[in-house]
C-alpha cells in the first residue's frame, strides 16, 4: 500500500486508545487512558504486529513513544 492509501501522515497531531480487545498492554496504565500525540513514523504489518493494517509510532505528549494502529487513533 502507498503512503497516499495511509489515514495519517507524519507530523499529523492524533488522539489515540488503545483497543484492549486485540492488544494486551504490559504496563500498568488505565484501560481507558486517552494519548495525544504526534505521528512520527508508520509500518507495515509484520511478524510482531499481524492484524493485517497500518501501525503508528506516536510520540505522546508525556514524551513517551507508543505504537497504534490505524484504527485506535483519529486526527485532531
Known sequence: MDT?????RKGNFVRAIYDYELTYCFADTPHH?????VIVQH???NIY???GNYFYQVL???????????W???KV
Open 4 to 8: 497516499a492509501a495511509r489515514k495519517f
Open 33 to 37: 487512558l486517552v494519548h495525544y500525540g
Open 43 to 45: 509500518g507495515e504489518t
Open 49 to 51: 504486529f499481524p492484524y
Open 60 to 70: 505522546c505528549l508525556d514524551g513517551i513513544v507508543r505504537f497504534f494502529t490505524e
Open 72 to 74: 485506535e487513533i483519529e
